[in-house]
């Protein structure tokens, strides 16, 4: 770079400056305006779009599968095209390499000139790279294709790397081999356009397949509020805790548990337990349980099937249900089972399973001991069971209805307890929905309720 | 009396000076490309802003990390307003960032004289780049966690010295209480200390050099 290019590129500077526009107000105007509109929309994205919940971390959590934000999503998708043997080729030589040639770029494009037409070579390599990135991220964003897709991979393999890296390599030799400079931006914007197309065509044809084909995802259901975290906690304590200590959390004597019949427990919903007991402890009890005691751990850390964040939930649920010292605002409570207005007729949906799913499914479901009847459908109630039917349309004698008001029945595989087994029965409101509901005809929609209700 | 007091101050401070000397300076005729530098200003002065506020709620440790951002989001008053615009604003400017990268790389604003300008640039990309992969582990979440651990267990790659990286990082063999304080320390004061005085480098090369105009066949 001698003095007179430098002195040629100053003048140039000041030629442009005079007649060029004001820093204030012209250009300032422009990046006032644009910071002004990312403002509106930031405001926007964070109200409607918000930050999406995740659940807590759970190490032991094997099976996720780790994403890194989306801006890194095209290294994360490059690295899978490079053979286990060689990773450290792709994740660290790579990078560092293009982020070097990136950092001494103006060193090492000597190239005098600053006009599009004139450095043909740089934005080729440049438009190669970007279409590349841009694909490549694409590609991370649909499900990856099964090991017997082999067609589809190929196309990423060909799309990710295979045709940047020949394109670039193409790129540096027509540079040195053409003649004139006319030949050499026809050859170069040739071969940089018909590669960016087939890294289009290839990786966009892979990504439509994979993305139709994408199974529906599934929504881990995280708890916001408090609220939610405590309607979770319901459901969760209603499956996995009632069978041993109640819905109400009251019970003194386990029973109708295989292996626990007649074990004394204390009521966790009495202040003993809320009030000695801080959450942390709580949450600790449920994770590791009390082996000695009969109690099985929960938490996916010692093997069992609730997560940390359910396991809050359940002990969201337990102090604001049971301690006194705690209240949720009324109109933040959600779910529960709706009551009966005089005359109504219940319906599963709307009444009956909520209700199960809160006194009785805990031990009415596959693999506990039940005599074989589940509670966790609507065909369930109706069919299964070692005496079924349980449920007779317009009887008042069905086993169920006996069980819950608190008389013994004679049964195939000997006499069935009264239900819940526990010693409490339930709340004489909740005894009165299902005998409406038998007596109805157990009606399952709040239609087919509303049909089945006596004319006014 | 005002313009009294104006002088008076004027001619302690120089805003007059500082009116010719930054503001009223001529340029070259700019497009709306122009505005993608100024805008990724705009948006990290949104980040240190909202970032301060998230800082008084925020406790970067591994048994309450998860619920400070709970509390945030669900008990302070506008708190899921905040952190909504810190999410949203850090994924934008590091498109932006990228963009501005792109629009300089294409008007080979990067030559002579403005090579220095352009080389800081890249150590602010790579910069903001540190700050998302610090950001992200902050929640404490799934999704935080294992990208982490990925994303430590990819350093560790490196031929040699890859081992010491991953452990340098997580201060240990495994994501922990320490990994969470080291990132955060990194995020809160290390790189944004480290981004604002490159900024101002950059800055100050911007204002020497003025905004370069757009080639012409002649160049
Ligand atoms: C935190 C990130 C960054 C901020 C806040 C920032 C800010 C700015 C601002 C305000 C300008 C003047 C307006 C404009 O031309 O858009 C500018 C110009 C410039 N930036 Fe950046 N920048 C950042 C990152 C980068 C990166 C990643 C590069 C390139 C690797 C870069 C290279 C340049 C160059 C060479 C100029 C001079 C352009 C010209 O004179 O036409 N900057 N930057």
């Known amino acids: 770079m001698d003095e007179k290019f430098k002195q040629r590129v100053r003048e140039r500077y000041q030629r442009a400056l005079q007649h060029g526009e004001r820093f204030w107000p012209d250009s300032i105007y422009k990046d006032l305006l644009v910071s002004l509109g990312l403002f509106i929309l930031l405001v926007g994205l964070a109200t409607f779009v918000g930050v999406k919940p995740e659940p807590k971390v759970d190490p032991s959590d094997t099976a996720y599968i780790p994403r890194p934000e989306w801006y890194f999503l095209f290294l994360f998708e490059f690295l899978k095209f490079i053979p286990g043997k060689l990773e450290w080729l792709g994740a660290i030589v790579v990078p560092s390499v293009a982020v070097a040639v990136l950092f001494l770029l103006p060193l090492i494009d000597r190239n005098p000139h600053r006009h599009y037409s004139k450095r043909v070579l740089a934005i080729s390599v440049m438009g190669v790279i970007v279409v590349q990135m841009v694909m490549l991220t694409i590609m991370a964003s649909v499900p990856a294709p099964a090991p017997e897709q082999t067609a589809i991979k190929t196309m990423q393999m060909l799309a990710g790397l295979a045709i940047p890296a020949i394109t670039l390599i193409l790129l540096f030799i027509f540079s040195t081999m053409a003649k004139d400079p006319a030949a050499q931006r026809k050859s170069l914007t040739a071969t940089a356009g018909i590669a960016a197309l087939a890294i289009v065509v290839l990786a966009g044809g892979s990504a439509i397949p994979l993305q139709r084909n994408a199974p529906p995802k599934e929504e881990v259901a995280v708890a916001g509020t408090i609220a939610e975290q405590v309607a979770q906690g319901e459901e969760l304590y209603a499956l996995n805790c009632v069978e041993c200590h109640g819905a109400d959390g009251d019970v003194t004597v386990i029973q109708g548990v295989e292996g626990l019949d007649g074990k004394v427990v204390t009521p966790i ?56 010292r705690m209240e949720l605002p009324e109109e933040q409570r959600v779910g529960g089972i709706p009551s009966l207005a005089e005359g109504e007729v219940p319906s599963y949906d709307v009444h009956i399973e909520p209700l199960a799913k809160r006194y009785c499914v805990s031990c009415h479901r596959a693999g506990k001991e039940n005599n074989n009847y589940l509670m966790t459908s609507y065909d369930e109630i109706l069919n299964t069971g070692d005496d079924a039917p349980n449920v007779v349309a317009g009887d008042p004698n069905s086993i169920l209805l006996q069980v819950i008001q608190g008389h013994t029945v004679q049964g195939v595989n000997g006499e069935i307890d009264v239900m819940p087994p526990n010693g409490k029965l339930l709340k004489d409101e909740y005894i009165d929905m299902f005998v409406r509901w038998v007596m109805a005809g157990m009606p399952q929609t709040a239609e087919d309720a509303a049909a089945a209700a006596p004319a006014p | ?131 998302g992969l610090t950001g992200y582990l902050l929640p404490w979440n799934q999704r935080s966690y294992f990208a982490t651990t990925v994303a430590t267990e990819i350093a560790g790659l490196v031929p040699w010295a890859g081992p010491f990286i991953t452990r340098t990082m997580r201060g240990g063999n495994d994501l922990s209480a320490l990994t969470l304080s080291r990132f955060f320390a990194a995020h809160v004061w290390l790189l944004p200390l480290t981004l604002a005085a490159l900024i101002g480098v950059h800055l100050y090369l911007i204002i020497r050099h003025g905004e370069s105009e757009y080639p012409t066949e002649e160049d």
Request: aromatic share 16%; glycine share 8%; net charge negative.
């Open chain 1, 269 to 324: 919903s009495s202040k003993d337990v809320m009030y000695a007991f801080t959450d942390d402890t709580l949450f600790n009890i449920i994770n590791d349980g009390l082996s000695e005691l009969g109690m099985i751990p929960f938490g996916t850390a010692n093997g069992g099937e609730l997560s940390p964040g359910e396991i809050e939930s359940i002990v969201a649920y337990m102090r604001y249900t049971w301690d006194d």
């Open chain 2, 1 to 131: 009396m005002a313009s009294k007091i104006y002088q008076w101050l004027d001619e302690r401070l120089g805003f007059d000076d500082l009116y010719k000397g930054l503001l009223d300076r001529p340029e070259p005729r700019g497009t709306w490309w122009n505005t993608l530098g100024s805008a990724t200003l705009f948006l990290f002065t949104i980040q240190v802003l909202t970032g301060i506020f998230l800082l008084v709620y925020y406790t970067p440790s591994p048994d309450h990390a998860y619920d400070s951002i709970q509390y945030i989001m669900n008990g302070v008053a506008f708190g899921w307003l905040i952190r909504g615009i810190h999410h949203w604003s850090a994924t934008l400017m590091v498109l932006l960032v990228f963009l501005h990268m792109l629009r300089v790389f294409f008007t080979a604003s990067y030559k002579f004289p403005r090579e220095l300008t352009w080389m800081i640039g890249v150590l602010l990309l790579l910069t903001t780049l540190g700050m």
